[in-house]
């Protein structure tokens, strides 16, 4: 279960979303994004998205367990 390990689950995220052809970087680290995503658009332009990948043993989480003002 990757819940238990999550250098694990962040490796296979990272990976996900190299399979779906974003360059994917791990970065991982308490307080730390722990993936760095690059979209290449062409002709010079891209975007990026980080993504902070969680695990939980108890198959949810609670609203509070979420950082909604970094998201913002």
């Given at each position: 279960m990757l819940s238990t390990d999550p250098q694990r689950f962040e490796r296979a995220v990272r990976d996900a979303f190299a399979f779906l052809g974003f360059d994917a970087e791990l970065l991982g680290g308490s307080g730390k994004t722990d993936?760095?995503?690059?979209?290449?658009?062409?002709?010079?332009?891209?975007?990026?998205?980080?993504?902070?990948?969680?695990?939980?043993?108890?198959?949810?989480f609670l609203d509070h367990q979420i950082d909604w003002v970094t998201l913002r």
């Open positions: 993936v760095l995503l690059e979209a290449p658009l062409g002709r010079d332009e891209s975007y990026r998205v980080a993504v902070d990948a969680k695990t939980s043993g108890k198959g949810a």
